[in-house]
């Protein structure tokens, strides 16, 4: 038989042994789980990031089309000949004549503008409602100084049958894209017929 200092031994170096075993996957298990929620977060904060792009994404996909629509109220500087021709049509569609006195860069620091300066003919009601029309025209344009009056006076009748108007506008305008003409050299459009 064994004596009870052995026996003790043994338990005491068995109960060491499996502490010590305990300690150790203690330990493994303890560092392996903050491994885990270590990647566990990093793995949140990538699903969030790209949670975040993705609705940037989309948000930017649902606003192209209202900066299309901002953009529209803007002239480009290389598209200065196509609004003035607009302008006269708008005038001719009314019964008036519109003439493009001058055309150019408006001095604002906040954002690029074209100033122009136009001279309306007709009868009245077709030089008012030109005016109108332009004013109210879908482009960011806003009127600086306007004159009103008679041309010519029949005696007879006392009736005003002709009547000009002289507007100076300032219309917003976008830089141009670097376009280039056959030869090579830049285009910008900014002369008025």
Same mark, same amino acid.
């Given at each position: 038989?064994?004596?009870?200092?052995?026996?003790?031994?043994?338990?005491? +170096?068995?109960?060491?042994?499996?502490?010590? /075993?305990?300690?150790?996957?203690?330990?493994?298990?303890?560092?392996?789980? +903050?491994?885990?929620?270590?990647?566990?977060?990093?793995?949140?904060? #990538?699903?969030?990031?790209?949670?975040?792009?993705?609705?940037?994404?989309?948000?930017?996909?649902?606003?192209?089309?209202?900066?299309? &629509?901002?953009?529209?109220?803007?002239?480009?500087? #290389? /598209?200065?000949?196509?609004?003035?021709?607009?302008?006269?049509?708008?005038? *001719?569609?009314?019964?008036?004549?519109?003439?493009?006195?001058?055309?150019?860069?408006?001095? &604002?620091?906040?954002?690029?503008?074209?100033?122009?300066?136009? /001279?309306?003919?007709?009868?009245? $009601?077709?030089?008012?409602? #030109?005016?109108?029309?332009?004013?109210?025209?879908?482009?960011?344009?806003?009127?600086?100084?306007?004159?009103?009056?008679?041309?010519?006076?029949?005696?007879?009748?006392?009736?005003?049958?002709?009547?000009?108007?002289?507007?100076?506008? *300032?219309?917003?305008?976008?830089?141009? $894209?670097?376009? &280039?003409?056959?030869? /090579?050299?830049?285009?910008?459009? #900014?002369?008025?017929?």
């Amino acid at each position: 038989m064994k004596s009870p200092l052995s026996n003790f031994v043994v338990t005491l +170096i068995a109960t060491v042994a499996v502490l010590s /075993g305990y300690v150790f996957w203690y330990s493994t298990i303890t560092a392996k789980s +903050i491994a885990v929620a270590f990647l566990q977060s990093q793995i949140t904060a #990538t699903t969030g990031t790209a949670s975040r792009a993705a609705s940037a994404r989309a948000a930017l996909a649902s606003i192209s089309d209202d900066e299309a &629509t901002i953009r529209s109220y803007f002239v480009p500087e #290389t /598209g200065v000949v196509s609004f003035i021709d607009e302008l006269e049509a708008r005038g *001719r569609s009314l019964g008036a004549t519109v003439s493009v006195l001058s055309v150019s860069k408006a001095d &604002t620091s906040s954002q690029s503008s074209l100033a122009l300066s136009l /001279g309306i003919k007709g009868s009245f $009601d077709a030089v008012v409602r #030109t005016v109108g029309a332009i004013e109210y025209a879908p482009y960011e344009l806003s009127i600086l100084e306007f004159s009103l009056g008679q041309d010519q006076k029949d005696n007879k009748q006392d009736v005003v049958s002709s009547w000009h108007a002289n507007l100076k506008l *300032r219309v917003g305008s976008m830089p141009a $894209d670097t376009e &280039t003409n056959s030869n /090579g050299s830049n285009v910008l459009e #900014t002369t008025a017929p």
